[in-house]
């Protein structure tokens, strides 16, 4: 068994999500240098560059990449050997955003219920999803998620008949209908089958992927191979002005469903894609 | 890309003589406010009581920045879905607002408004608060202090680059097919 105080759980958070806010992982912006290079039209290729240099001016100012600094997703992976002491998981994950947002000069964007809409002042809480994993690992990854994307993500339940076909038109339909509004280029979660509350946890999950790291299932591999094709033919392109770049890649997670069902669920994140892990 | 310096505030005149798709850079006086100042805006309009701002020819920044660091003047300071607050727009438009700054599209409602009250809508760069932020010169609370990053800021900024999304004229840099736009 292994010990954890929740000090260090919320001191982890805490630096995670500055962190997050602040340094655009390298794979994204590996992949926003490429699409910089293959736009043709001067006015994506200048927001390109203005979207790099956001990311360069954000690190050397310590300032974070967006103001949307978003409600803050964590992901945890409990071992069943670890011994949480001094209190509560979400209550440790709770004070660290708090602490996180104070430290990093972070914007507070958590109202404290939706119709009466009063500020927390804190930016608590964050949304917690836990997985529980065999042995003593304790991995925390924290996702900031804007409102822009968060809001032109959907869920569908589609019919059987529906297939493959009908999913592809879903995800189209989904990046069309959002336009400029999630910041394009995007990435593209996509969380099929399951039900209605798990398909788009899993398209959640799916941002969390490395940006070329395929589903391992060959089928849903080419699938997304084929996806991204699909969504760039649209020429939305970079804030939805035209171009060739209008996602940055296409993860799906899969799991088993109902006989009659096949949910679909597409969470889109933004260019300013943020997400950080540690291990305890 | 060539951009055209425009000083704010701006005149009908100055709005008339925009295109969609004309990159401009902005320089002089704009007021933030995003849902919760437009919601306290329009409430106070219908209510028939003075606006705690003038909004005679004013500049409208759709952003919620973040709060500044020690000896900086504010944080990230991007655009915000403006598509949000079309319900709003008319009553602002209405009530002597010039030009608006944020991103995505318009819904018609909007781009009627634009075109009877002689306004212009602007798209900024969304998701690049920490460059945008470096074209702000000062900042000021005017109103709405309780709402933190959602209180209307009066900021004073320098080349802000824009580009003009629904002109005057109806026109409308998203209108065109995606296909025309791809190989445009």
Redesign the interface.
């Known amino acids: 068994m292994k010990t954890v105080h929740t000090d260090q759980i919320r001191a982890t958070v805490a630096a995670l999500l500055e962190d997050a806010c602040i340094n655009l992982p390298a794979d994204v912006e590996v992949a926003l240098r490429a699409a910089r290079e293959c736009e043709t039209q001067p006015r994506a290729r200048h927001i390109l560059e203005v979207v790099l240099e956001n990311a360069a001016m954000a690190r050397r100012d310590r300032v974070p990449l967006c103001q949307d600094t978003g409600v803050t997703n964590v992901f945890v992976e409990l071992g069943a050997e670890v011994c949480i002491v001094g209190g509560l998981l979400d209550d440790a994950i709770n004070d660290g955003i708090r602490e996180g947002t104070r430290q990093g000069y972070l914007r507070c964007s958590i109202v404290n219920d939706p119709l009466r809409r009063v500020n927390t002042g804190d930016n608590a809480p964050g949304v917690l999803v836990v997985q529980p994993v065999a042995g003593t690992t304790l991995r925390i990854t924290v996702c900031p998620k804007g409102a822009g994307c968060e809001n032109m993500s959907r869920v569908s339940m589609l019919s059987p008949a529906d297939g493959r076909d009908g999913v592809t038109q879903f995800v189209l339909d989904t990046i069309s209908k959002g336009g400029a509004n999630p910041c394009p280029p995007v990435m593209v979660g996509i969380g099929l089958g399951g039900d209605f509350a798990q398909a788009p946890l899993l398209a959640k999950k799916a941002l969390l992927r490395t940006i070329g790291a395929r589903n391992p299932d060959p089928l849903y591999a080419e699938y997304e191979m084929e996806l991204l094709t699909a969504i760039n033919a649209l020429g939305l392109g970079p804030q939805a002005l035209g171009g060739l770049t209008t996602a940055l890649d296409v993860f799906i997670e899969t799991a088993p469903c109902h006989i009659a069902s096949l949910p679909v669920a597409v969470c889109l994140n933004c260019h300013a894609t943020r997400h950080t892990t540690a291990t305890l | 890309?060539e951009a055209r310096p425009l000083r704010l505030p701006l005149s009908a005149a100055d709005v008339l003589a925009l295109r969609a798709g004309d990159?401009c850079l902005l320089s002089g006086p704009m007021l933030t406010a995003r849902d919760?100042a437009h919601r306290r805006l329009v409430d106070t309009l219908h209510a028939g009581r003075p606006l705690p701002v003038a909004l005679t020819d004013a500049t409208v920044y759709y952003?919620?920045?973040?709060?500044?660091?020690p000896g900086?003047v504010i944080?990230?300071?991007?655009p915000?879905?403006a598509?949000?607050l079309d319900p709003y727009t008319p009553a602002l438009l209405a009530a002597g607002a010039r030009a608006l700054i944020g991103?995505?599209?318009r819904g018609p409602a909007v781009s009627a408004a634009l075109q009877q009250c002689r306004a212009v809508y602007f798209?900024a760069?969304?998701?690049?608060?920490?460059?945008l932020?470096?074209c702000i010169r000062t900042c000021t609370v005017a109103a709405y202090a309780d709402?933190?990053?959602?209180a209307i800021y009066c900021l004073t900024v320098v080349n802000f680059?824009v580009?003009v999304a629904h002109d005057a004229h109806g026109g409308s840099?998203?209108a065109?097919p995606?296909?025309a736009?791809?190989?445009?």
């Open positions: 890309m990159a919760a952003t919620g920045p973040t709060p500044a660091r900086m944080g990230a300071a991007g915000t879905t598509g949000r991103k995505g599209a798209a760069i969304g998701g690049a608060g920490a460059y932020r470096t709402l933190g990053t959602e680059p580009i840099v998203y065109a995606a296909a736009r791809a190989s445009s």
